[in-house]
């Protein structure tokens, strides 16, 4: 085959397809085999010319050989030009060593899918003190795209949250929180957080008064733990917010980290298909269909 293909890792052939059916390309499943000793054999469908990549790296460690593997095979039986659709990018946090002997994880990661891939395309990466993927990823196309828009679309669209107001749980929520109350022309706030650790955090908020009988979203982009949202809505339910719900980019919590959520005050919970999550409610297709218009009028 020639042009373009999608190519889905397994346990993302549903939004991949939903991304096929969107660009009018062939979708093909990579087959991925284990072996008793923990090793993989992946098998793709050969083609030439762009092949794009679908694939998730939450609970990563398991999925990077093969993904590898998967984009080293592409290239090997004709694809010119290999593309990495990864809804959620793991190994952005640690962009410099915190302790003495610690691994720069962001550096050596993004080193490696660089050689790998012509080209990544992600969503809300966990980025801190680098801003831009770019950086990371040396020498190849890096795209970065937001989520943002699609939660205050969300929002704007729930009748159940007439005069909401938009709550960022950290100073480093601020750029999706102030993009989603812009779409939903709503008011928001912006909290401070003081981490003691993993589980152990301290939340603040000026003007915590103004949310007295207002609906209240928090919205964030990656919630593992739950520990923030939990402090935040505890201190939003002490000021007399109306209702309390949660949007997010990235849903990784378990289950204990959703009923801790859940007795904090929280009523609903939100996010996108990043990660497959009972809480998922928006889809990300139109982002990837629009950051992959030119990849398929080249291809074709």
């Not at 917010?241 to 378990?254: F, G, P, T």
């Amino acid at each position: 085959m020639t042009g373009i293909s999608l190519h889905a890792f397994p346990g993302y052939e549903s939004e991949a397809a939903k991304l096929a059916t969107a660009l009018q390309v062939q979708l093909h499943a990579v087959d991925i085999h284990a072996f008793p000793d923990g090793e993989s054999r992946v098998r793709i469908e050969p083609v030439a010319g762009t092949a794009i990549l679908f694939a998730g790296l939450d609970h990563p460690d398991s999925k990077i050989t093969p993904l590898l593997l998967a984009a080293a095979a592409l290239r090997d039986w004709g694809a010119s030009r290999v593309v990495l659709v990864c809804p959620y990018l793991c190994y952005m946090r640690q962009d410099k060593a915190f302790a003495e002997g610690e691994a720069v994880s962001q550096r050596v990661f993004g080193a490696m899918l660089a050689r790998f891939f012509d080209r990544v395309i992600t969503v809300d990466p966990h980025l801190h003190r680098v801003s831009s993927l770019a950086d990371v990823m040396p020498g190849i196309q890096a795209d970065v795209l937001s989520a943002a828009s699609a939660i205050g679309e969300m929002i704007a669209g729930d009748d159940s949250l007439r005069n909401v107001i938009l709550v960022g749980p950290d100073s480093e929520s601020r750029q999706w929180v102030s993009q989603a109350a812009s779409q939903a022309e709503a008011d928001y706030l912006i909290a401070q957080k003081v981490r003691h650790g993993d589980r152990n955090v301290e939340i603040t908020l000026e003007n915590a008064a103004s949310v007295r009988g207002h609906p209240v979203v928090i919205v964030d982009d990656l919630i593992s733990s739950g520990a923030t949202v939990c402090r935040c809505a505890e201190l939003l339910s002490r000021a007399g917010a109306s209702r309390i719900e949660v949007a997010a980019v990235h849903m990784l919590a378990d289950d204990t980290a959703l009923e801790a959520i859940k007795a904090a005050g929280v009523t609903r919970i939100r996010s996108s298909s990043s990660i497959k999550h009972p809480s998922n409610a928006f889809s990300l297709t139109p982002l990837f269909v629009a950051a992959l218009e030119e990849e398929v009028h080249h291809g074709h």
